[in-house]
């Protein structure tokens, strides 16, 4: 059966907690903004598209108990800075004609279901670039999880394995918060695409020792030169593969180019709390008194990206969108 992040279901949001994934399936209940805002901030729901997808039935939850829409809008812009999914879709449900609960419900479900058909072309656009037999690297969760469904990077992976081609994945643990081990690989699993999971400082022996054909990544913003934001550790996969001579690709659907931004430096990076860091599930692995930098992406400068595959088709350098 697909994944689905979340399901709108009569008058309630059901999430499926991403925190707790994979050793449990719990399902939440959101019934107010406030909770959608809470779910973004901790993570509970994640991945650029998927928290847009989020933040527009938060809108909904919000016009149906009688929110308004600045003061919600406000409160769900706040919730994460750097995908632009999450601004993009608050945007497109406040600049609705109308504020009532079945206009923003209707559009909501229109960013939802474009979100997911967005992916199964990126999937297509993107599988063409995969020749049969070659060892994929991936980092943090780009799949259904991360999206209404099918993925962005994840779904070149999983077009091309519908396809038939005979691929393999080297899914990057994505430390602090692990989403390539725990969630990438719980998507690999049920879909049956074969992988490894790898620590994220494998990624350059296994270059040099000729074990990866190609990168791909995702995004969380994409500046009008091509500069990408995505999980921290995407740049040094980037410079990794340059200097390998691998080719280094990132999907992503329209809703993540932010086109006002003339390069990377000016997209906010969100810094997050020391404790992703210094603890592993709750218990304290670093000395007490650690001071910690946790910046939860970076930017790989668009000259490093041979390819930015979207559903609208491939770009390539020089970019010009
Ligand atoms: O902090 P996260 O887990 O929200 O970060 C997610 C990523 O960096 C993804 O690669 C990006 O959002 C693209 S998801 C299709």
Excluded at 38 to 46: D, G, L, Q, S
Excluded at 128 to 152: F, K, M, P, R
Excluded at 186 to 196: A, K, N
Aim: hydrophobic share 45%; net charge negative; proline share 4%.
């Amino acid at each position: 059966m697909s994944i689905k992040p979340m399901i709108w279901d009569d008058s309630v949001l059901r999430m499926l907690d991403q925190r707790v994934l994979p050793a449990k399936e719990t399902w939440l209940e959101l019934k107010t903004s406030d909770e959608v805002v809470n779910a973004i901030k901790t993570m509970a729901v994640r991945g650029a598209p998927a928290i847009g997808v989020a933040a527009a039935y938060g809108m909904a939850l919000a016009a149906k108990n009688g929110e308004g829409r600045e003061d919600a809008g406000a409160r769900l812009t706040a919730s994460r800075p750097t995908a632009v999914n999450l601004f993009w879709a608050i945007d497109r449900i406040k600049s609705l004609p109308t504020w009532n609960f079945d206009a923003v419900l209707s559009e909501a479900r229109a960013i939802e279901e474009e979100d997911l058909a967005m992916n199964h072309a990126i999937g297509r656009n993107g599988a063409d670039l995969i020749s049969e037999g070659w060892n994929i690297l991936t980092v943090c969760n780009t799949g259904s999880l991360a999206t209404a469904g099918h993925g962005t990077a994840f779904g070149v992976i999983h077009t091309a394995h519908d396809d038939g081609k005979r691929i393999h994945v080297y899914s990057c643990e994505t430390r602090p918060r692990q989403q390539g081990l725990r969630l990438t690989a719980w998507e690999l699993l049920r879909e049956g695409i074969p992988f490894h999971s790898i620590a994220d400082g494998a990624a350059a022996s296994m270059m040099r020792a000729g074990k990866i054909d190609c990168v791909i990544a995702g995004a969380d913003r994409i500046a009008a030169n091509g500069d990408s934001a995505n999980k921290i550790g995407t740049y040094s996969l980037a410079v990794l593969a340059k200097h390998h001579g691998i080719p280094f690709f990132i999907a992503a659907p329209s809703s993540t180019f932010d086109l006002r931004l003339a390069s990377g430096d000016l997209i906010p990076i969100e810094d997050r709390d020391a404790a992703e860091l210094t603890h592993i599930e709750g218990v304290r692995v670093a000395p007490e008194g650690t001071q910690v930098f946790n910046p939860a992406f970076d930017v790989t400068p668009g000259d490093l990206i041979d390819a930015i595959i979207t559903e609208n088709g491939v770009y390539h350098r020089p970019y010009a969108f």
